[in-house]
């Protein structure tokens, strides 16, 4: 028994394990959701956290662009997504890309970060020549790019393999892919909320191709919908089981949902209290994955804040320009400054480290 102070007795089972170092099972997880002494859960997550980076919070210098909001599927929790014959719908050119990159890219920004919708339109060679263009434009900058969704479909229409295109895409200059798409993976929620996009084994198969090849990426999971806490621990028993194999996933980040402007704005979203609770469970269950980030832009920036305590050990970067939660009612802000970033780490008690996209250290105060 251990000496911790919950108000639900049920945790001292669960601190035991974690404190023995023993592995979460699928029953545990269940169980976290089942209990709502919050601090203590948060207190558990947080032991974890600070046992893996002490009191360093990282942060990148960034810049998201969307190169195209077309998109021929019509998930129920997007807002972002227009048809091509909408009115203010857009395909942006290689080159249009890389002027608004040279606009916009934050002093010092180390990140291009790009994702968008499925047009039927642009094949493999439009993703190959804005790469090939911004490595041109930013020769040291790192090119975050495609979801596993994207490529899918990517090489569905191009008529290749998801190994030809990762290929084409490692020999244009992509340095890394970010992990959204992922949604729920069980097909009983996946197929009410996003019946036309990949399914789980489309998700992971890319990971596959992309980790065998020494490729990083990062791996999400949306939440606050028509999910039950077991499909949300299903999702984190999947990608853990990926990464015992593969071992690729860098960060884990829980994306949570925003429903305005969506076919599923009846819903009331996520509350605080299933946000701070999903951030320390998967930091509980996700033992094999180094990073848990707090996305400040669909949390708040208070509420980011306090996922410092509660297992997220990042809070993302700059960003600059973020289109997709805004148009799903974010009221955050669309980007902010380094030196915001640093004063909001620091005033929720923790020590702001500047990092690549690769979650190397670039600038780490002194007193960490």
Not at 52 to 62: D, S
Not at 80 to 96: H, M, Q, V, W
Not at 180 to 208: L, M, N, V
Request: charged share 25%; net charge negative; aromatic share 8%.
């Amino acid at each position: 028994m251990t000496t911790d102070n919950f108000s639900d007795p049920r945790l001292h089972a669960i601190a035991s394990k974690i404190d023995a170092g023993e592995r979460l099972s699928f029953d545990d997880g269940l169980l976290l959701y089942d209990i709502h002494d919050l601090p203590g859960i948060g207190a558990l997550a947080n032991r974890v956290r600070e046992r893996l980076h002490g009191r360093k919070t990282f942060y990148n210098i960034n810049l998201h662009i969307n190169p195209t909001n077309t998109c021929f599927m019509s998930c129920k929790f997007c807002a972002f997504g227009r048809k091509a014959f909408d009115e203010n719908s857009y395909i942006l050119k290689p080159e249009e890309i890389v002027e608004r990159a040279k606009k916009m890219m934050p002093p010092a920004g180390s990140e291009i970060h790009l994702v968008g919708g499925l047009d039927p339109r642009l094949k493999i060679e439009y993703y190959c020549d804005y790469i090939r263009a911004l490595k041109e434009a930013f020769p040291d900058g790192h090119i975050k790019t495609l979801t596993p969704v994207e490529v899918v479909y990517i090489a569905r229409i191009s008529k290749l393999t998801i190994s030809q295109v990762i290929d084409q895409l490692a020999e244009a200059g992509m340095g890394s892919m970010p992990g959204g798409g992922a949604e729920i993976f069980d097909p009983e929620i996946r197929d009410q909320i996003c019946e036309h996009k990949c399914d789980s084994e489309g998700w992971f198969e890319t990971h596959r191709e992309l980790h065998k090849r020494d490729f990083k990426s990062n791996c999400t999971m949306l939440y606050g919908h028509l999910e039950e806490p077991r499909h949300r621990i299903d999702h984190l028993m999947r990608l853990r089981t990926h990464q015992d194999e593969w071992g690729g996933f860098q960060c884990f980040i829980p994306l949570s949902f925003h429903p305005a402007n969506t076919k599923l704005d009846h819903l009331p979203g996520p509350t605080g209290f299933l946000e701070l609770q999903t951030i320390a469970i998967s930091r509980l269950m996700l033992d094999n994955i180094p990073h848990i980030k707090a996305y400040w832009i669909m949390l708040g920036i208070k509420q980011a804040q306090v996922a410092q305590w509660f297992g997220a050990d990042d809070i993302d970067g700059t960003v600059v320009h973020e289109e997709i939660y805004h148009d799903a009612g974010a009221h955050t802000p669309k980007g902010m400054t380094p030196d915001e970033l640093r004063r909001l780490i620091r005033d929720c008690g923790r020590q702001p480290v500047l990092r690549n996209t690769l979650y190397e250290e670039i600038e780490v105060p002194a007193g960490v």
